[in-house]
Structure formats: C-alpha cells, structure tokens
C-alpha cells in the first residue's frame, strides 16, 4: 500500500476506452482499480502491462455490475487494497437495441443495471472516501441521453437516468466532490452486429465530419478530474459537434 499515490477506481476498463483511461491515468501517477465483467484475458495482459511500468499500481476486481451486493464491495476491495480512493470513473455500459414491441424485462434491467443503478449505488459507497480525499466522479454518459436514438430507447432512457444523476449528486456531493460527466459521440464502432451508424452518417451528422477516438475521450476524464477544479455537475459533450446536428 503506497497512501500517498492518488487512486482511480475504473469501471469496464479491459479495453476499448475503459482501458484508454486506465492506461492515462497509470501514467499520471494514479494507483488503479479496474474492475471487469468477462474480458478475463484482456483485463490479465492490461495488468501485466501496467505492473510492469509500476510494481503493486493495480487491483483487477471480477464483478457483474447487476448484482448489487458486489457493488459496495469493489469499493471496499480498491480502499482496502489501496488505502484510499481519489477518483471513480463509471465507465462500464451495456448497449444493445430494443426495438419497440421487443423489449424484455431482463433487457430492461440489464441496461439500468450497468448504465444507472451500479454508477449510482458505487458512488454513494465511494462518497466517503472520496469526500476524505477531495476527490472526484466522471460517468460516460451520451449525445442520446438528450436526444433519442431510433430503436434504443431503453439505452437512452438509462443514459438519461446517469446525466441526471450526475447533476443531482454534484449537488449533493459538494462542495467536497466533484461530479460530472462525458457524452461520447462516435469514437468507436460497436461490438453489436447491429450498428446504430455507419460511416457516411457520421460524416454527414457531425460538424468535424470525422469519427473521434478513444484519446478525446481520455482528455476530458483527465481535464475533469485534475484539470479544473471549479466545474461540476457539468454533462461535457465530446462528439465533434455531433448534438448540434437534429
């Protein structure tokens, strides 16, 4: 235990832009938390990456974000470990369609679950550890958590959920944490073999006229938490001027 480092507590943070994250704020001097749900094998090689650079920097925590029991402890488990908590990044986000006249009660539930319920209950676990260290909370919210996304609307009723609870808890959280959020845009394809957009929307729908990239996403994370310490309850779209398109 080195109390001395600050520490971020990273959700779904094996790869993609979770792992963007986690790999930044390594790098700025950050012991990590990342917790994983099933990428078992990304998350052992991210580890040994890291443990290379700094021997004894990170925690990798297993967990379903659905089971609420495991919520208070991947809080307990990153301050036991590290002997504080500094930062606690809610990135980890089920995305997936659900056409009207298909939804499912267990889709429902899987997408609060990972996209509102888990940011939330880890964040009322982690209030006062992080209140003892002035720190502060970034949630990855969305450009459709405002404006609806033709066949998702569950996902975007989740996401909506996580914007208005960033800026309820800013202001119950201050004035000793910070809470806010990012909406990506497009900055990287989905996994699902149903995408919600190709190329030529994106070029045609955003200003930049560009898909961005997990390293925009990264910057805001890095601004919101160390690079200005007098914003908060802000929802901080980074889309390449995407939200201004109808």
């Known amino acids: ?87 606690l990044i809610n990135n980890a986000s089920a995305y997936y369609a659900t056409p009207l006249g298909t939804v499912t009660p267990q889709q429902w539930d899987e997408l609060f679950a990972s996209n509102a319920r888990a940011p939330f209950f880890l964040a009322q676990a982690a209030a006062p550890h992080l209140k003892a260290a002035g720190g502060a909370i970034v949630n990855l919210a969305d450009i459709y958590a405002q404006r609806p996304l033709a066949g998702h609307s569950v996902y975007c009723m989740a996401k909506a959920a996580l914007a208005m609870m960033t800026q309820s808890l800013a202001r119950e959280l201050g004035p000793e944490i910070r809470v806010n959020a990012v909406a990506p845009g497009n900055v990287l394809w989905s996994e699902n073999p149903v995408k919600a957009e190709t190329l030529d929307i994106v070029r045609q729908r955003t200003a930049l006229q560009r898909q961005g990239s997990p390293e925009d996403i990264v910057s805001a994370v890095r601004w919101l938490l160390t690079g200005n310490g007098y914003i908060t309850g802000q929802i901080v779209a980074i889309d390449g001027g995407r939200s201004i398109f109808i």
Not at 21 to 36: E, K, N, P, Q, T
Not at 43 to 64: N, P
């Open 1 to 87: 235990m080195n109390a001395t480092r600050p520490v971020a507590l990273i959700t779904g943070s094996a790869k993609r832009v979770g792992a963007a994250i986690a790999r930044s704020l390594h790098a700025d001097g950050y012991d990590v938390a990342l917790h994983y749900r099933r990428s078992g094998a990304e998350m052992q090689a991210l580890v040994a990456e890291l443990e290379a650079a700094r021997a004894g920097s990170t925690l990798a925590v297993q967990a379903d974000l659905g089971e609420f029991d495991r919520l208070a402890e991947i809080v307990a488990a990153t301050v036991g470990r590290f002997g504080r908590l500094d930062a």
